[in-house]
């Protein structure tokens, strides 16, 4: 019964969070359509045909961010291409005709339901709390909400209490249904239409297998780089020492100690130059302590005060895992070197067969793939992985990563 509760709990609260950001995107999706509304009766006096494009694409601006609050949640949604430049062949495109029913349904519909959604538990509260307020208000003046009649002491305001366990028993019951009713319309009308599905996936695979092909070439680079400018220069400084103590061992023994021993230092830094390669490859930590220990490890040596929440259960594909890894390991780098903030935030969780994970700072922002930040190295193995990367930083900050991966087994 306990875990009985706790699940229903959790999804309740889940659900009232899948409200209130449809809610948001629910306005944004009315007002475009009042907009379009408004557009279509200025074409027919003839003066609203300049605009039609620019209604198009607050459309798809509108579907867009429903779009990506649906792939938060673990529905996967194929962004399209974009709007025709062509008024003819845009009014023509499944997409923006698909669109501009979405945001007619889910301005009306998503904005009912999450209303709704979100009053329920506020009504819940506010009747279980009257009780310690009651005292306060005229009797006259009633209860809150719908409620109008007299309270005239404690036993009447009990009553609006076992109202408000009424109220809430209502929001576990039907906050997830209207959740998911709710999100049926973008689920719906925001995929793509059956007869582009596959020619967007074969694109869309097509450019993600070239980004693999160019991330491993990368890889590659980087590997033999490092082993020559570091692990191949030290040995062959062992291969000379050697060399020199031998030759010395006849005429100074005392000198071919010493050629030894830095022979002996020169190895050793040999061998830490490979590990570091090693680790460069396929971090042993993740074997060791698993995801959540290798980038709890990760923010603890990170010069910047680093709030980690991972939310994952079981294991993901070792390759999944590393590319998690190694997308923190780079942007927490570029946070303390190039951020000056004050604070990072890392959240990995896991939805489904997807692994959503987020870096967050309260830098300066403006943050650029072009400048050789890193950034670009980490879209380029996020990619390579068939995954999402979005990079939110507007000059002022915050800057937030977003990545999604599909988890292997």
């Not at 009308?189 to 693999?212: C, G, K, N």
């Not at 082993?227 to 050697?242: E, F, I, M, P």
Request: glycine fraction near 10%.
């Amino acid at each position: 019964m306990r875990q009985y509760l706790r699940d229903r709990v959790r999804i309740s609260v889940d659900a009232l969070e899948h409200l209130v950001g449809g809610l948001g995107t629910s306005i944004l999706a009315l007002a475009t359509f009042l907009l379009s509304v408004g557009v279509m009766l200025g074409c027919l006096v003839g003066i609203g045909l300049a605009v039609v494009p620019s209604a198009l694409k607050a459309v798809r601006s509108a579907a867009d961010r429903e779009r990506a609050r649906l792939s938060r949640w673990g529905f996967e949604l194929t962004m399209p291409p974009p709007v025709p430049a062509d008024l003819r062949s845009a009014l023509r495109d499944p997409w923006v005709r698909r669109e501009c029913a979405f945001v007619a349904t889910h301005g009306t519909l998503g904005l009912v339901l999450g209303t709704v959604g979100l009053s329920l538990p506020l009504s819940a509260v506010q009747n279980l709390l009257f009780p310690l307020y009651f005292w306060l208000l005229p009797p006259e003046a009633g209860g809150p909400g719908f409620v109008s009649w007299r309270i005239d002491g404690l036993p009447d305001a009990l009553v609006i209490a076992l109202m408000g366990v009424g109220w809430l028993a209502l929001a576990v019951a039907f906050g997830p249904r209207m959740a998911r009713l709710q999100a049926l319309p973008g689920r719906r009308l925001l995929a793509p239409p059956p007869d582009v599905d596959t020619s967007l996936r074969i694109a869309e695979l097509t450019a993600t297998r070239a980004a693999a092909l160019d991330a491993h070439a990368v890889e590659l680079r980087r590997i033999e780089r490092s082993l020559h400018d570091g692990a191949q220069n030290r040995l062959v400084a062992v291969t000379v020492l050697l060399g020199a103590a031998r030759r010395a061992l006849a005429r100074d023994p005392a000198r071919a100690a010493e050629v030894l021993d830095r022979a002996q230092d020169a190895a050793e830094s040999a061998l830490a130059e490979l590990r570091t390669v090693v680790r460069g490859i396929l971090p042993p930590v993740l074997d060791d302590r698993g995801l959540a220990g290798a980038l709890h490890g990760l923010a603890a040596g990170c010069g910047v005060p680093c709030t980690v929440q991972v939310d994952v259960p079981g294991r993901c594909a070792a390759s999944v895992e590393a590319t998690a890894y190694f997308v923190v390991a780079e942007a927490l780098t570029n946070v303390a070197r190039h951020s000056g903030a004050r604070t990072a935030t890392v959240s990995v969780r896991r939805s489904a067969d997807r692994l959503h994970l987020s870096v967050t700072d309260d830098g300066r922002g403006g943050a650029d793939e072009g400048r050789g930040s890193g950034i670009r190295g980490i879209r380029r193995r996020v990619e390579a992985h068939d995954g999402r990367f979005t990079l939110t930083s507007p000059p002022g900050g915050p800057t937030t990563i977003l990545v999604e991966l599909a988890c292997g087994s």
